[in-house]
C-alpha cells in the first residue's frame, strides 16, 4: 500500500555522468527531470525555444550596439559627459593615502596623525604660490 514516487533520469551515452555539466541538456529536459513540468519535451517545442532564444540574443545584441551609437554621438555632440576615469592610489585608511610629498598641513585619516613639516621659504611648493 505504499506510493513509490516516479524517477526520472537522463541516461549518458557519449559521457561520463559525472562530466555533465548545467546547461548541457536543454532546459526543457530540465524541467521534467525536476519534475518542474509534467509531460517531456517534444523536439519541435525544444527546436522553437531555441530559435527563440536565438532571435532574442540577436535583439539584445543589436539593441545594445544601437545603444553604443547612440553614446558615442551624444559624446561628440557635448549632451552627455563620458565616464571618468578613475585612478586608485590607495585605500583612504592608510596614512599615506594621496600623500607623495611632505606638506605644511598636517593630516588625520583613519586614527593616524601625520604632523606637518617646514618648507623652506621660496621651495617653490603649491602653498606658496
Do not use: C
Amino acid at each position: 500500500g505504499q506510493i513509490i514516487p516516479e524517477r526520472r533520469f537522463v541516461e549518458a551515452i557519449n559521457r561520463q555522468p559525472y562530466q555533465y555539466e548545467m546547461g548541457d541538456f536543454p532546459t526543457e529536459w530540465e524541467a521534467w527531470i525536476r519534475k518542474k513540468r509534467k509531460d517531456p519535451p517534444s523536439i519541435e517545442e525544444i527546436l522553437t525555444n531555441e530559435n527563440y532564444r536565438e532571435k532574442m540574443k540577436q535583439k539584445i545584441k543589436d539593441v545594445s550596439e544601437k545603444d553604443k551609437l547612440l553614446q558615442a554621438r551624444d559624446y561628440k555632440e557635448g549632451l552627455v559627459a563620458e565616464p571618468a576615469h578613475t585612478h586608485v592610489k590607495g585605500h583612504a585608511s592608510a596614512y599615506y593615502y594621496g600623500k607623495k610629498e611632505p606638506s605644511q598641513d598636517p593630516t588625520s585619516t583613519a586614527g593616524t596623525f601625520q604632523p606637518g613639516s617646514w618648507v623652506p621659504p621660496g621651495s617653490g611648493s603649491s602653498h606658496n604660490k
